[in-house]
């Protein structure tokens, strides 16, 4: 099986087990009324599983590399960028913004909502790739090869923070490991990580519920009621499960014991109801998608001639293999943290557990982004037969623009 193919089958697997733990951490006698068949099987997850596998094969059908080599008003990036700005700019604008649990992280338009948010997580990884390609030449400068994407992405960062402080982390995280990647001098980065880490802390005291979160993580039976509840009732779900779990539908944490048990806790409620066979196996499908979307990245930064001899890669297959690397990273570090809050290793986020949270904007790009990394795969595979057949390696340059260091 091509990695392509792995990759489209675990995005498969991981979108069926969500829907079914969703509809399992939804059956609960807070709507005072039955749950039928039909509802299950028609109901709002289920259009969102639809709605998320046609923009799965939606994603496979984009030519990455396109989105580089158009130029001027034809290149989607100052579009993604000015859309990008724009939604996180009106989700606080009231009327439009819409706050949910005490955030504004949504826009609604009429009955459909979204996330602004989300946009930007799978947007930031194709601007930045974006940028190393083109300044290529200058990446190992510090202030066109560094300082730039950085203040952009900070600023991105920025407005994602002031409701959302997990998935800010996880953009920049994403954004310098990607810099680092395409060849900007790793101590570059680490000058600003004392002032990145001073605006992180910054942003913690000076909000009084995330300072709450650091504390019921250090310590969340001193407040066993209060700041340490939701965590307390996350472990006591993980603990409830065992070897065997109880048995799907059958969790009890879900009862109004355990707050957003179908969003960022779902993994505590697939421990519960899974058991241990069923944490590993969700663990190893997250695994299996990190290691194919690398395998996919190391694939396509390669150029070899018949004869086995490698080339420097053109920078369209560069753009290709830093778009497949942000990819990965974003799923996997954002299942990472997740599982890491819902088992108490690090302080409470409100940060999904990828393709099984329930969530109809986080399934939908994710799905999206997933099958371009999908069609990554296929192009790739498609230049190394086109050089088999020929006999000749691939050109070194891509339409004389100069070479990543």
Not at 89 to 104: D, T, Y
Not at 140 to 151: K, M, N, S, V
Not at 238 to 261: M, T, V
Not at 288 to 316: D, H, K, N
Request: proline share 5%; aromatic share 8%; with cysteine.
């Amino acid at each position: 099986m091509r990695p392509g193919h792995g990759l489209l089958f675990i995005v498969f697997a991981l979108l069926v087990t969500g829907t079914v733990l969703v509809n399992s951490a939804g059956l609960t006698s807070a709507n005072g009324s039955e749950t039928t068949l039909q509802e299950l099987l028609v109901g709002r997850n289920t259009m969102f599983l639809l709605a998320a596998l046609a923009a799965l094969w939606l994603g496979t059908r984009i030519r990455v590399e396109s989105i580089f080599t158009r130029r001027g008003w034809s290149s989607p990036m100052p579009w993604l960028l000015g859309v990008i700005l724009l939604g996180l700019l009106l989700a606080h604008v009231p009327g439009i913004g819409k706050e949910v649990n005490g955030a504004k992280r949504w826009i609604a338009l009429g009955p459909l909502s979204f996330q602004p948010s989300e946009i930007a997580k799978w947007g930031v990884p194709l601007i930045v790739a974006w940028h190393c390609c083109r300044r290529a030449g200058a990446l190992g400068t510090f202030w066109q090869g560094f300082i730039q994407p950085f203040a952009l992405v900070s600023v991105i960062c920025a407005l994602v923070a002031v409701e959302d402080l997990g998935t800010a982390v996880l953009i920049m995280m994403v954004a310098l490991a990607m810099l680092v990647s395409a060849g900007v001098r790793w101590w570059h980065a680490g000058l600003l990580l004392p002032l990145t880490g001073a605006a992180f802390v910054g942003l913690v005291v000076t909000s009084p519920y995330r300072v709450n979160r650091i504390l019921a993580y250090l310590d969340p039976f001193a407040d066993a009621q209060g700041k340490g509840y939701h965590v307390i009732q996350s472990m006591a779900a993980i603990s409830g499960g065992g070897l065997p779990g109880r048995g799907l539908g059958n969790g009890i944490q879900k009862f109004g014991y355990l707050p957003e048990a179908t969003t960022d806790f779902i993994f505590s409620i697939a421990c519960e109801e899974l058991g241990m066979g069923g944490a590993i196996g969700i663990l190893l499908l997250f695994a299996m998608l990190a290691f194919t979307g690398l395998a996919i990245t190391c694939a396509s930064a390669r150029v070899q001639t018949p004869g086995g001899e490698e080339r420097r890669v053109p920078l369209t297959t560069n753009y290709e293999s830093l778009v497949a690397l942000g990819f990965t990273l974003t799923v996997s570090v954002q299942a990472l943290i997740n599982v890491a809050v819902v088992t108490g290793l690090a302080p409470t986020k409100g940060i999904a557990l990828p393709l099984i949270s329930r969530g109809g904007t986080g399934w939908i790009l994710t799905a999206f982004s997933l099958g371009m990394l999908a069609s990554i795969a296929r192009v790739s595979e498609g230049r190394r037969r086109a050089l088999q057949v020929a006999g000749v390696a691939q050109p070194e340059s891509d339409e004389g623009m100069p070479q990543p260091a």
